[in-house]
T-cell receptor, first 114, second 114 residues
């Protein structure tokens, strides 16, 4: 069974700072990878996903993530955060061609100060 | 709006009550999920239905009883709950079990057990 680890539980940044949230997974096979975001009082929604191809994936709102297979990582990045990026961020992984049920990390709470 | 609706949005119930949570998806998906989201804990998968058949029961106590009458509707029947069951209950749907499909989440039902 796969597992997902998000190292940073709480991150506090000022506007315009750069962001990188760590996500590592443990699974020996081919995986599909996701980042979801939950803004305060709103539903969980997909930020970006990786299935295959270019390991650098671009998502909504200027976010991107890079899949590094050798490191079992899928870190989320944004060069310049905004106050509106304050939210909870969840990394998730499922086994490609296997169970469609994703495993979620425990989430990272991001607070951006204006 | 994600195409997944949940009612009610808030529910307060006593430990001896019986209530039901409802989820409806308008996306033509075939898989539906119930999750429990508690503060400071990872997202907990409870049940999965694919083509109306339950394919996953993640060791959930019997005081939670799911029902999936068709691919568009999912219910979670609650009875004799405990205060520790207070949480945000999220419904999600995805295309299919072929793997790799992202999930679409509803806004959740905030449940308080008194």
């Amino acid at each position: 069974a796969q597992s997902v680890s998000q190292h940073n539980h709480h991150v506090i940044l000022s506007e315009a700072a750069s962001l990188e949230l760590g996500c590592n997974y443990s699974y020996g096979g081919t995986v599909n990878l996701f980042w979801y975001v939950q803004y305060p009082g709103q539903h969980l929604q997909l930020l970006l996903k990786y299935f295959s191809g270019d390991p650098l994936v671009k998502g909504i709102k200027g976010f991107e993530a890079e899949f590094i297979k050798s490191k079992f990582s899928f870190n989320l990045r944004k060069p310049s955060v905004q106050w509106s990026d304050t939210a909870e961020y969840f990394c998730a992984v499922n086994a490609s061609g296997g169970s469609y049920i994703p495993t979620f990390g425990r989430g990272t709470s991001l607070i951006v100060h204006p | 709006e994600t195409g997944v609706t949940q009612t009610p949005r808030h529910l307060v119930m006593g430990m001896t009550n019986k209530k039901s949570l409802k989820c409806e998806q308008h996306l033509g998906h075939n898989a539906m999920y119930w999750y429990k989201q508690s503060a400071k804990k990872p997202l907990e998968l409870m049940f999965v239905y694919n083509f109306k058949e339950q394919t996953e029961n993640n060791s959930v106590p019997s005081r939670f009883s799911p029902e999936c009458p068709n691919s568009s509707h999912l219910f979670l029947h609650l009875h004799t709950l405990q205060p520790e069951d207070s949480a945000l209950y999220l419904c999600a749907s995805s295309q299919d079990e072929a793997g790799g499909y992202e999930q679409y989440f509803g806004p959740g039902t905030r449940l308080t057990v008194t």
